[in-house]
């Protein structure tokens, strides 16, 4: 079975300062990553994904997440927050191999950028 | 490119009723997905089609249905609404049936049974 966790439901952070947020997955093979963004009353917003190669992956927006496969993680990090960042960050996996080919979403981070 | 349409975006129905829901992928995506999304259960997979087929369908019951058509529009059906029934219901496309595609998702469709 696949499963992400993200483990803060809130984070905080000032205007201009650096930001991540938090995601580890379970998977049986290797894992395919993904990181979306919803903004109120809206759907969800594709920002970046992980499936081989470099483990720093750069998006939109300058957004980037880096993968690390011994700590089964893939954290969304941003250099310098915008108050227009403020949104609902969900990280998703889907296991390479299996018969499971859905996306399972974690529970959703709510980040706030603060003026 | 137009993205992924959901229509309607806002549906009230009485328990007991059915609903269906309509959404138009991205042109030239093949593979559409259906999610619930709920503050208490967070965002929930439904279905996938791919070329007019299932491919793949989430724990829900068989109130929950769907279809897809040759132009690659898809549908999903309700039936016997339940209050619990009311969430946000999320399509999305994407280019294949292939797993390291991302999804590109609609607006969502506000569904609240009373």
């Known amino acids: 079975a696949q499963s992400v966790a993200q483990p803060e439901d809130q984070v905080n952070v000032a205007e201009g300062n650096p930001l991540t947020v938090k995601c580890t997955y379970s998977?049986?093979?290797?894992?395919?990553l993904f990181w979306y963004v919803q903004y109120p009353n809206r759907g969800l917003q594709f920002l970046l994904k992980?499936?081989?190669?470099?483990?720093l992956v750069k998006g939109s927006y300058g957004f980037e997440a880096e993968f690390n496969k011994s700590q089964t993680s893939f954290h969304l990090k941003k250099p310098s927050a915008l108050v227009s960042d403020s949104a609902l960050y969900f990280c998703?996996?889907?296991?390479?191999?299996?018969?499971?080919?859905?996306?399972?979403f974690g529970s959703g981070t709510q980040l706030t950028v603060l003026p | 490119k137009a993205g992924v349409t959901q229509t309607p975006r806002y549906l009230i129905k009485t328990r007991g009723q059915q609903v269906t829901l309509s959404c138009s992928p991205i042109?030239?995506?093949?593979?559409v997905s259906w999610y619930q999304q709920t503050p208490g259960q967070g965002l929930q997979f439904l279905f996938e089609?791919?070329?007019?087929?299932?491919?793949n369908k989430g724990n829900f019951p068989g109130r929950f249905s769907g279809r897809q058509f040759s132009n690659s529009r898809s549908e999903m059906n309700v039936s016997t609404l339940e209050l619990g029934d009311s969430a946000l219901y999320l399509c999305?496309?994407?280019?294949?049936?292939?797993?390291?595609?991302?999804?590109?998702f609609g607006p969502g469709t506000r569904l609240t049974v009373t």
């Open positions: 999305a496309s994407s280019l294949g049936a292939g797993s390291a595609l991302e999804q590109y």
């Open positions: 998977v049986s093979g290797n894992p395919y």
């Open positions: 992980y499936i081989t190669g470099d483990n």
């Open positions: 998703a996996v889907r296991d390479s191999r299996g018969s499971a080919r859905q996306l399972t």
């Open positions: 042109s030239g995506h093949r593979s």
């Open positions: 089609y791919f070329s007019e087929t299932q491919r």
